[in-house]
């Protein structure tokens, strides 16, 4: 064989083979995520279907719901948090991916408005449960060298069963039996039963170990409400991170209601996206080791974002070929804020929580960042799609390439003012007082 052939061949095996974690300890946290989101993924595809034809529901009814949803995920955040460290991480992973999974087996006997949105309140509450303890879990257990690079191993892999998950549930909807989707909840329960049980079996980190034996110290020191550069850096996070409404709402919308472009190119738009997602993050997260190596790339994502607005936004004027194109090349740029923003949002995470409170520093995160990204798809859809000053129907597009802007203007005071105060407050946050009960 030569070495054209050579290098041919190996390319399959080195290209996914990047998709494979190194350590075992890393591949079992992949596999957990990719079993998770492929339950997640086949129920998420039909569910607006499985809403509305089995449930009963209304598209508006089925708004509210969400929006109950996401007011409730906003309130138990920081409990959530707190309660981890408390319990210890693994143990709440576990108990709130079970108790996740076992409430998709009620979705089949659920009907009307009042039913659906207590069924969401106790799915938020438990899916805010399983997140805490599994992100707690994936920093106390991975050594710190490892934390960046296994977390972007992780969103590879989060893809990867997202994008299974939505095969399967497209193959479901293509029976178009009502029995097929009726049901079709209890197979994301299964696996998800199936992954909490399997959580069980990971290795105890070392929060776990002290919460069974009872020997968990409550942590001196202030805790992260008292961190205003952890907060503000939640925030600006939060900003960047509306990249997704541009991803998923802004522009697949400006595609169908301002351009040209056939519809089918959201399929491509969101391919796209998927492949570059699996395969990408572990690439773009190289060589980002400490709080001095994220700031840039904070600054990268702001260039892809404001890139993305300012190709997206000429697409009212052109037609044909270049229109596609330019949607396309858009929809690629605001994926690559996405690569960059999330090895950044990773370093913070691994580099930033305090080791002794990690699920309160994870609920206090979640906490600001969706006051930094609740209110995006109203406001960017409102500025794209019906602000046009003086008859200039591209002009939302230039003030929100200006939110991106702010956010990095504000992560880099805001991260190395949440550094100092996690050097300052190491030291008596370390040291142990009152003895905890375990729960």
């Known amino acids: 064989m030569d070495a054209m052939s050579t290098a041919v061949s190996g390319w399959p095996r080195r290209t996914f083979g990047r998709l494979i974690p190194p350590t075992p300890l890393s591949r ?27 449930v009963g529901l209304s598209p508006a009814e089925v708004g509210l719901g969400l929006t109950i949803g996401g007011i409730t995920s906003f309130v138990v955040a920081y409990p959530m948090g707190r309660l981890a460290d408390r319990i210890g991480p693994k143990r709440m992973w576990a108990l709130g991916g079970l108790c996740g999974g076992l409430l998709f087996g009620a979705w089949p006997f659920i009907h009307g408005l009042l039913a659906y949105c207590l069924l969401v309140i106790g799915f938020q509450v438990m899916e805010n449960a399983a997140d805490a303890g599994r992100n707690a879990y994936q920093l106390d257990i991975m050594p710190q060298e490892e934390r960046v690079q296994t977390q972007a191993y992780l969103y590879s892999a989060i893809n990867v069963g997202y994008t299974l998950g939505a095969i399967l549930g497209g193959i479901t909807l ?17 696996i998800l039963v199936y992954n909490a049980w399997s959580i069980w079996g990971m290795p105890d980190a070392e929060h776990d170990t002290h919460a069974v034996r009872g020997t968990r110290v409550r942590p ?7 961190n205003r550069g ?38 491509w738009l969101f391919g796209t996206n998927t492949v ?44 044909g070929f270049l229109t596609i194109f330019l949607v ?43 006051l930094g990204s609740r209110w995006a798809p109203a406001v960017f859809t409102l500025l794209a799609m019906q602000w046009h000053p003086n008859g200039l129907p591209s002009a939302g597009w230039l003030v929100i390439a200006a939110f991106p802007v702010i956010a990095a203007l504000g992560i880099g005071p805001a991260a190395r003012s949440a550094e100092r105060f996690l050097e300052q407050n190491a030291a008596a946050s370390a040291e142990p007082v009152t003895a905890v009960a375990p729960a």
């Open 28 to 54: 079992r946290l992949a596999s957990r995520a990719v079993l998770f989101t492929l339950g997640q993924g086949a129920f998420n595809t039909g569910s607006a279907v499985f809403f509305t034809q089995v």
């Open 276 to 319: 570059l997602c699996i395969f990408l993050p572990t690439f773009t997260s190289r060589g980002v080791h400490s709080v001095s190596d994220a700031i840039p790339r904070v600054w990268i994502a702001t260039a892809f974002f404001v890139l993305s607005c300012l190709i997206t936004m000429v697409t009212h004027t052109t037609t």
């Open 328 to 370: 396309w090349l858009g929809h690629v740029t605001v994926t690559g804020c996405e690569l960059a923003i999330s090895s950044a949002s990773f370093a913070f995470s691994a580099l930033l929580m305090d080791p002794a409170r990690r699920g309160e520093y994870g609920g206090v995160q979640e906490l600001f960042r969706a």
């Open 220 to 226: 001196a020191g202030p805790g992260p409400l008292a």
């Open 230 to 267: 952890w907060m503000a850096l939640s925030f600006f996070d939060g900003m960047m991170w509306t990249n997704q409404v541009l991803l998923n709402i802004v522009i697949p919308l400006w595609l169908v209601h301002s351009t040209d472009s056939p519809h089918w190119l959201l399929a």
């Open 174 to 190: 293509a029976f178009n039996s009502e029995t097929a989707i009726r049901y079709m909840p209890w197979f994301t329960m299964a």
